[in-house]
T-cell receptor, first 110, second 116 residues
């Protein structure tokens, strides 16, 4: 079953870029990689997704390696409000079973 | 406003007393899912539904039931709640099959359940 691996935590200074890695070595060729974040105990919030090409929106950039086995979420200018748990998601198993895992806790320090 | 609505936000109950947590979406989404979140364990999928009358088990379905009689509603039923079901629950929906389409998940605000 496809799954993701993320380090448990990282931190960065306010105003600097935060680069959050994710490994998804068993991803299938037609599956997207999605990133979400969760602030405190709120419902997770969609950030960005991609298939093969790098993507950018108003929140972040997503860099996907050519072999699609890993990706990096980039928050270009992290703020204190970006402190959250970030989840990298791919499909797990048959049908539409999705596993979020524990994510990576990003702490942005002043 | 497009949204996923869960009710109630907070619920305290006793062991064995049947309860239902409702989830409704107003975006005509086909896919709906329930997750529970516990400290140190992340978000774990309980059940999901690809469309009306189509449901399937996630990673932790034991002790839960769901139904999808209408497209917009996906209630989570605990027939005989136990203390180990004390958790934070989230409902989510998306237009199509997640990760296959341009179809991000939309989450509700959560239901914090305590079973004593």
């Amino acid at each position: 079953d496809a799954k993701t691996t993320q380090p448990p935590s990282m931190d960065c200074a306010e105003g600097r870029a935060a680069n959050l890695p994710c490994n998804h070595s068993t991803i299938s060729g037609n599956e997207y990689v999605y990133w979400y974040r969760q602030i405190h105990s709120q419902g997770p919030q969609y950030i960005i997704h991609g298939l093969k090409n790098n993507e950018t929106n108003e929140m972040a950039s997503l860099i996907i390696t050519e072999d699609r086995k890993s990706s990096t979420l980039i928050l270009p200018h992290a703020t204190l409000r970006d402190t959250a748990v970030y989840y990298c998601i791919v499909r797990t198993g048959a049908n539409s079973k999705l596993t979020f895992g524990k994510g990576i806790t990003l702490s942005v320090r002043p | 406003e497009a949204q996923v609505t869960q009710n109630p936000r907070y619920l305290i109950t006793v062991t064995g007393k049947k309860l239902t947590v409702t989830c409704s979406q107003n975006m005509n989404h086909e896919y709906m899912s329930w997750y529970r979140q516990d400290p140190g364990l992340g978000l774990r999928q309980i059940y999901y539904s690809m469309n009306v009358e189509v449901t399937d088990k996630g990673d932790v379905p034991e002790g839960y039931k769901v139904s999808r009689k209408e497209k917009r509603n996906f209630p989570l039923i605990l027939e005989s709640p136990s203390p180990n079901q004390t958790s934070l629950y989230f409902c989510a929906s998306s237009f199509g099959q997640p990760t296959y389409y341009n179809s991000p998940l939309h989450f509700g605000n959560g239901t914090r359940l305590t079973v004593t």
